[in-house]
């Protein structure tokens, strides 16, 4: 199964994709695309580019499942106001489950176990690869 994990910066979404198989076996898959950007949150046409970019990663690289890492909506950690229209445009995605991570699980997961991140992994990658550690080894 492949799942995606999602971690959602300002402006810009940041993607880890890896292979899930039935022996709990998870194999990162490096890809090219990385990160995708919304580049104007105020204009239709910036916004219907991100949606079809991002519907575009899902569909071509068989995404079977989509894991969010989770953002505060108050506080000093909170997420903003462009994070939570990309998170929206992300869960309406209709071909797949759609699931969000707390950061709270992915904290205790990382305390509780010795995480070896994949050499190809990038280090802005690391918080969605531990999204997806955290879902599927809990």
Not at 31 to 55: G, Q
Not at 114 to 131: A, C, G, H, R, V
């Amino acid at each position: 199964m492949k799942v995606c994990a999602v971690e959602l910066k300002s402006n810009y979404t940041v993607l880890t994709l890896v292979d899930y198989s039935s022996d709990d076996i998870i194999d990162y898959i490096d890809l090219k695309i990385k990160k995708i950007t919304l580049e104007d949150d105020e204009d239709k046409n910036s916004v219907l580019k991100y949606l079809d970019e991002i519907n575009s990663f899902f569909k071509n690289n068989n995404v079977e499942k989509i894991l969010i890492k989770k953002r505060s909506k108050k506080g000093a950690f909170s997420g903003g106001a462009v994070s939570f229209k990309m998170e929206g445009l992300i869960q309406i995605y209709s071909d797949v489950e759609v699931k969000l991570v707390t950061s709270q699980s992915i904290s205790s997961y990382e305390k509780k176990n010795n995480i070896i991140f994949p050499s190809e992994l990038k280090k802005y990658q690391e918080q969605s690869f531990l999204t997806i550690l955290a879902y599927l080894c809990k």
